[in-house]
């Protein structure tokens, strides 16, 4: 299932703009202790079929990993139970690091 995409500069606008975004996390905890967008929600890519019903399916969400690999799967299950407004940070939080905010911590 094919997954629409942002890239992380994109992302960057649209929150400097004051967009209602959910940026859902999908790192494991020791990851998104080292580093994370402000903001973000933390669900751990297994956990997200258990928390579900934690996140609005009409809200905007853009799913986010370490690379962007396994919020792509995160994004097309949401899609796949009937979340109409999703996306994938393209290149995950490190491409995030690379072109926003190089002083986050890269691993």
């Given amino acids: 299932m094919s997954v629409a ?6 992302l960057s606008e649209r929150l400097l703009r004051g967009d209602a975004l959910v940026l859902l996390d999908v790192r494991e905890s020791d990851e998104v ?3 994370s967008i402000r903001g973000s929600r933390s669900i751990p890519m297994g956990s997200v079929p258990a928390r579900r019903n ?4 009409t809200a ?3 799913c986010i990993c370490h ?4 919020s792509a799967r995160v994004a097309g299950w949401l899609v796949a139970q009937g979340f109409t407004r999703v996306l994938n940070l393209t290149g995950g939080i490190d491409r995030w690091a690379e072109d926003v905010d190089p002083t986050m911590t890269r691993y």
């Fill in 5 to 10: 995409r942002i890239d992380p500069r994109a």
């Fill in 33 to 35: 202790a080292l580093c």
């Fill in 54 to 57: 934690e996140l609005d399916p």
């Fill in 60 to 62: 905007e969400v853009v």
């Fill in 67 to 70: 690379h962007g690999v396994r």
